[in-house]
């Protein structure tokens, strides 16, 4: 808060840094989107300039007016936010057209249009990346003449038009990217925004002449009225780190968290899997609905493929060209390799019922398998897919599942399958070299491919060494496998995706499969159940190449998501399939946030695994209750003292009274000088008001004057005799008062229609 005795220069200058500080911080709050560097300090440099400029264009005009005696100053002029633009201008120019990173202190047409040109190559890095991406130049331009231009529009609103409550909305401008694309802004962004905009509400513009020898009042009145900006500043700080207190309270409430981003992500009833899988993007939430449900033989047939990947830049997996594939019949085998029927074991015949997905790829089983389906649909061999038509809700068609013999010994015995180089491809980054041989001391001492391979699923799946959650930490070494390898926390894609590179290190062929889990048992009968799968039950995996096998599933993600691994990786010493693995799978603690699963049910071969916080599980944490605990405490604490205050209220007296209409007339920059008496004071006041506003006050308000300083006069002055006041104190004041805002509203009418 402001003191009333404060001059304009104060009030100016704590405007300008108030809306400075909330840009400032709101600025920070885009570190969700683009990784923290030199363009932080670039954009509080801007701030600093163009906040500068404004104030003191607007400082100079106010006092040029007040020299010349009139009430046309640089508040309500345009002129300190067309200064506060060309410096912005400028800055953005030096900073960001120069050829260089290096700044250009004089600019011309040729830094406007590397300007032009770097927006343009900002526009492509947006619609072509996934948050949060590097601060590189364009984005840096992008970011920081953002927020210069959000800090000019607030400026205006502020220190133009004093309309102080608006100034938020310009700030939505760099509250809303994170908000919707992370779903988040920083705590301490939160706290320092609402703070620094509480504050804002208490700086009041002065109006009206201002004497050229001001005098200060009183020290006991400078004493209270700091006393009371303290406290107001307090007051705004602690509401600020209450609300960020029960904001981050809720996230961790059942039914609250995340409430806010998905009300932006709301899964609608069709469901179709993403193709354009971001290794560096945290997952989004999934919808519940049913994507298919199948019936088949109680063992199952595992995971259902949608499709498969092999191109890998580093960040994302990406599809390529559209493919057709081959006609087929109900009778042929589905298969990319020639494989001798005679091997694989007995037919596992599934039907299947589509859900709300939506594609224009059918989910089937991993394995050799025939589809019966109707419309038109084609076998595209290169990729294992069943591509052409678009699944529709209701649809059913057959699955008839042919298993391979995936005996551990076999795939030892196969080695390495050759490949083509796609599927052997690692993308050069700075960490490359450090994810092989990061491999190569995980796996390369184990004696063939398979066992390599079975290494390094088990050591992804280690839950002590590596932690499943949908929440990515940032990472900051522009290698997004190797990040993932620091922090070591992520979800399937994460998993799934370091297990491929790191294979193709090992130079065994590998390629990513995008599907879903085998979903959940909802019937079961003597030799038959049945499956609901949902879009909870999206998955990615990865698939190796042994010679003469093909294409084989393992399953690095943590038991926590999917269970256990395929029993064809995890062998025993003696070679056999171990068939308790899952057993051995220790209990993880929790690690899934809640909106991950609606309801945390393991796959159909999974162990119960532990999903808890504490002792207590199920509930939120216990400091959550705590805070909502002593917001509850403080609420009723302030009750109480409001009624308390109102019965300890008795009739105002005369030093109140008077405090009240002093506290008006500072609202008209009216103010009396240290040496004015009680007896003195309604005619200075008469005096004052009538320069202010050009005609004298009411002979009701002069009345009361009179009658309020007499009372002052008589407490100050005159012996204590017991007796109450003859005059209610309390509706003289508000009579004053209300007068003079009556005048100030007449006088602004006035002056707005000439």
């Known amino acids: 808060m402001i003191p009333p005795y404060t001059g304009p220069v104060v009030r100016l200058v704590a405007t300008g840094l108030l809306v400075a500080l909330a840009v400032a911080a709101s600025m920070t709050a885009l570190t969700e989107l683009v990784l923290p560097g030199p363009w932080v300090r670039t954009g509080l440099l801007g701030i600093v300039l163009v906040s500068v400029a404004t ?245 199952g047939v595992g995971p259902w493929r949608t499709y498969t990947t092999s191109a890998f830049d580093g960040r994302r997996w990406q599809r390529g060209d559209e493919r057709t594939g081959e006609p087929f019949g109900p009778d042929d085998l589905l298969w990319p390799d020639d494989v001798d029927q005679g091997d694989l074991a007995g037919a596992r015949d599934v039907a299947v019922t589509i859900g709300s997905l939506r594609d224009d790829q059918l989910p089937v089983p991993g394995e050799p398998r025939r589809v019966d389906a109707t419309g038109t649909w084609g076998y595209d061999a290169i990729r294992d897919e069943v591509v052409g038509d678009r699944t529709d809700e209701g649809e059913t068609f057959a699955v008839s599942v042919r298993p391979r013999d995936l005996d551990p010994e076999r795939l030892r015995a196969a ?55 949908t929440e990515l930490p940032r990472g900051g070494t522009g290698d997004p496998v190797w990040d993932f390898l620091q922090h070591r926390t992520g979800y399937c894609v994460q998993f799934a995706t370091t297990m491929t590179m790191m294979a193709r290190t090992l130079d065994i062929p590998a390629r990513l499969g995008v599907g879903f889990l085998p979903g959940d048992t909802v019937e079961e009968s003597e030799d038959s159940s049945t499956w609901q799968v949902t879009g909870q039950d999206s998955h990615a995996w990865p698939e190796l190449y042994f010679e003469g096998v093909g294409w084989v599933r393992f399953e690095p993600t943590p038991a926590i998501q999917t269970g256990a691994p395929p029993e064809h990786t995890t062998p025993r010493d003696d070679g056999t399939a171990a068939q308790d693995q899952a057993d051995q799978v220790p209990p993880v603690p929790e690690q899934v946030p809640p909106e991950e699963r609606q309801e945390q049910q393991p796959a159909a071969s999974a162990p119960p695994v532990a999903v808890s916080g504490g002792a207590d599980s199920g509930g939120p944490a216990v400091w959550v209750w705590a805070v909502v605990g002593l917001v509850v405490l403080g609420a009723a604490a302030a009750g109480v003292a409001l009624v308390r205050r109102r019965r300890d209220d008795g009739p105002v007296d005369a030093e109140r009274a008077w405090e009240r209409v002093l506290a008006a007339l500072a609202r008209d920059g009216v103010t009396l000088p240290p040496p004015t008496t009680p007896r003195q004071a309604p005619e200075a006041i008469v005096t004052a008001v009538t320069a202010a506003h ?16 007499e009372a002052v006069e008589r407490s100050r002055y005159a012996a204590p005799d017991g007796s109450e006041p003859d005059t209610d104190l309390a509706e003289l004041a508000e009579a004053v008062t209300d007068g003079l805002a009556e005048a100030r509203r007449a006088r602004r009418g006035v002056t707005s229609g000439r």
């Open 694 to 709: 050009g005609r004298e006050p009411s002979p009701e308000v002069r009345d009361g004057l009179h009658r309020i300083a």
């Open 55 to 299: 104030t003191v264009t607007r400082g100079l005009m106010d006092a040029r007016a007040r020299r010349r005696g009139t009430t046309e100053t640089g508040s309500g002029s345009a002129l300190p936010t067309l200064a506060g633009a060309a410096v912005a201008g400028w800055f953005v120019l030096s900073r960001f057209g120069a050829p260089t990173s290096d700044p250009d202190l004089l600019v011309g047409p040729e830094h406007l249009g590397r300007v032009v040109a770097r927006l343009g190559e900002a526009g492509e890095i947006i619609r072509s990346q996934v948050a949060p991406v590097p601060g590189t130049l364009p984005i840096a331009l992008l970011t920081v003449g953002g927020t210069l231009a959000v800090l000019l529009l607030a400026d205006a609103l502020a220190g133009g038009l004093h309309w102080y409550a608006g100034v938020g909305l310009p700030l939505l401008a760099l509250w809303a990217p994170p908000l919707v694309l992370v779903g988040e802004v920083p705590r301490t962004v939160f706290v320092v925004v609402v703070a620094a905009l509480l504050l804002l509400l208490t700086v009041s513009p002065r109006g009206g002449p201002r004497p050229r020898r001001p005098e200060r009042p009183p020290a006991p009145v400078r004493r209270a009225e700091g006393f009371r900006s303290v406290v107001t500043t307090a007051v705004a700080v602690v509401v600020a780190l209450g609300a960020g207190l029960v904001a981050s309270a809720s996230d961790s409430l059942p039914g609250y968290a995340g409430a806010w981003y998905q009300a932006f992500t709301t899964s609608g009833d069709a469901i179709q899997l993403s193709e354009d899988l971001d290794v560096l993007g945290s997952l989004t939430e999934r919808s519940g609905e049913v994507v298919l449900t199948y019936t088949g033989p109680s063992e």
């Open 415 to 469: 080695g390495p399958g050759t490949a083509v180089d796609a599927y052997l491809l690692v993308p050069e980054t700075e960490h490359s070299a450090d994810v092989a041989a990061l491999a190569a001391e995980v796996a390369g001492e184990a004696p063939t491919a398979y066992d390599q391979a079975v290494a390094l699923q088990q050591w992804l799946r280690d839950p002590s060494s590596f932690t499943y959650s």
